[in-house]
């Protein structure tokens, strides 16, 4: 069994700065978790406590049950992918792949054996006795990997490992550490900013803000009942649409758009009402009055950019659909989404 607990894990820098603020994550073995999150939220700094690059301020890290606070990175039956690769340019691909088990005195044969087995596994064979300056970014990334993979180590920590990539490239090996992380089963954390990646390829998504966690969930979960207005705002590409409202019964106010809605409303004044841009549909009846502002073409799916007095909004729209200076969007009830004003945390439906 290869389970992560982080339990209450802080990183405290001179003068009372916190990177990390009392996290806690549980990862079941063999699971796919995914800490996504601004530059700066703590996610980088959270993987190199877990790894032991960093110490440990606050809390405890326990690998497969063990304790591994105070353990040396070599001593914690785990293996890391850098975004910057991290391989020995005068050594070949397969002296590359075999050096961590010469390291540790694997026998010849047995090196060989797991060399092979992950040369075939990610298509490296042709590739063997090149050095990485003869490799393109993506088969050096397939290096690192299979550096990762030969040693059979308890988890896999990836720190932003496809943020060298260009974007077609990256949405290649996405597919492939999905489909490698699957087939071994070994239970990983994956760093990310990217919130496209984060949500194909998480089992669970953990979202920081401020080294703080913001929500803990499913991929789907968390994007269709974002915890709080940063969640709502990060995660979705386009955004979230994000209005201030006044609630009053079922009776919502945006602007100058007055909108009757079927049950009563979570809260009753100032809120902030969130709907996704795929939610927005024209329609001739009553609904949300907007100018509109640009076009964005992306050709299966059209970005029409609005505004509703002075407050942005878009809609993403199939090219179909005919556009004009002025339009009127129906919100379906249960599409919307509520959050406090003040707070920004998410007000429930009940």
Known sequence: MSAIEISKVSKIYAGDARAVDSVDIAIEDGEFIVLVGPSGCGKSTLLRMVAGLETITEGEVKIAGNVVNKKDPAERDIAMVFQNYALYPHMTVYNNLAYGLKNRGTPKAEIAARVAEAARMLELEPYLERKPRALSGGQRQRVAMGRAIVRKPAAFLFDEPLSNLDAKLRVS??????????????????VTHDQLEAMTLADRLVVLNGGKIEQIGTPLDVYHKPASIFVANFIGSP???????????????????????????????AVTL??????????????????????????ATRLVHCLAGEQKLTAALSPNIPLADTMTFALAPEKLHFFEAATGKRLSRN
């Open 274 to 299: 969130g709907i996704r841009p795929e939610d927005m549909h024209p329609t001739s009846g009553a609904g949300l009055a907007a100018k509109l502002d640009y076009v964005e073409e992306l050709g």
């Open 173 to 190: 090996m996405r597919g492939e550490i999905k489909h490698l992380q699957k087939r071994l089963g070994t239970t990983s954390i994956y």
């Open 239 to 269: 955004a979230m649409n994000l209005l201030d409202a006044t609630a009053s019964a079922n009776r919502l106010t945006i602007g100058d758009s007055v909108l009757d809605l079927a049950g009563p409303l979570p809260a009753e004044g």
